[in-house]
């Protein structure tokens, strides 16, 4: 049984782009590798920005420096 686990840092998808991404992954894994469908389980876990770092700083405030240059 295959087991997705797929992160993301919030502000996240939509639910229903989550749906899609749900549904193309578990046909990926249906028709490439032949697994059953009804097997596959995928999960979608969010963090928030200040959970995530890059280079010693957290995305939250990469994302405040990027805006503070636009």
Known sequence: MPIVTIKLAKPAMSKEQKAALISDITELL??????????????????????IGFG???????????????
């Open 56 to 70: 010693g700083e957290s995305v939250e405030s990469i994302k405040a420096k990027e805006a503070k240059n636009e």
């Open 30 to 51: 249906n028709k490439k590798y032949n697994k059953a469908k009804e097997r596959i389980v995928i999960m979608i876990e969010e963090s928030e920005p200040f959970d």
